[in-house]
T-cell receptor, first 114, second 113 residues
């Protein structure tokens, strides 16, 4: 089973709203990732969690706040977003980070900021 | 620095025919993995095939196979007996050392009935 689930599938929010994206995997993977993807572009890495600790933050604005409550869950808290933050947000997981491990992706959350 | 180049922004193939998507990469590491991911219009990123650099044998997954030319740093994907469901954006990706996964810009594949 290589399933990563993400909720919600779609999200529309205003610039003053607070919302959260959720990602879950039950493959026993110890590394989880958030990516942002604009249309017709490759995914851009935002954050990496390894063993529930933040290991990489690719200079993401503070209006994006990741959280890893346990080894199976990864959240992305959103606050005061801008219209240019509208994108597909992908979650991925792998056995470990910093090694040659295959990443498996979830279906993504399509976010629209008005 | 690690780089991945996909020189074909768009390609098309007739249903049941064979198509090859190109990918070249650069890394100074001796140990690395290469991947092809497929992203259909539904936008889910699906792993198609992967190749370990230390393996000389080309990876194969059903109708999908790769031509891995290590010296030339080339990693092309061949899709045989193309089906309408193969229409998607295909991303080549490189994982090496301790650096994050590096993606190419993608090739959009259309399948003509």
């Amino acid at each position: 089973d290589t399933e990563v689930t993400q909720t919600p599938k779609h999200l529309v929010m205003g610039m003053t709203n607070k919302k959260s994206l959720k990602c879950e995997q039950h493959m026993g993977h110890r590394a989880m990732y958030w990516y942002k993807q604009k249309a017709k572009k490759p995914p851009e890495l935002m954050f990496v969690y390894s063993y529930e600790k933040l290991s990489i933050n690719e200079s993401v604005p503070s209006r994006f706040s990741p959280e890893c409550p346990n080894s199976s869950l990864l959240n992305l808290h959103l606050h005061a977003l801008q219209p240019e933050d509208s994108a597909l947000y992908l979650c991925a997981s792998s056995q470990v980070s910093g090694g040659l491990e295959t990443q498996y992706f979830g279906p993504g959350t399509r976010l629209l900021v008005l | 620095a690690q780089t991945v180049t996909q020189s074909q922004p768009e390609m098309s193939v007739q249903e049941a025919e064979t198509v090859t998507l190109s990918c070249t990469y650069d890394t100074s590491e001796s140990d690395y993995y290469l991947f092809w991911y497929k992203q259909p219009p539904s936008r889910q990123m699906i792993l198609v095939i992967r190749q370990e650099a230390y393996k000389q044998q080309n990876a194969t997954e059903n109708r999908f196979s790769v031509n891995f030319q290590k010296a030339a740093k080339s990693f092309s994907l061949k899709i045989s007996d193309s089906q309408l469901g193969d229409a998607a954006m295909y991303f080549c990706a490189l994982l090496s050392g301790n650096t994050p996964l590096v993606f190419g810009k993608g090739t959009r594949l259309s399948v003509i009935a």
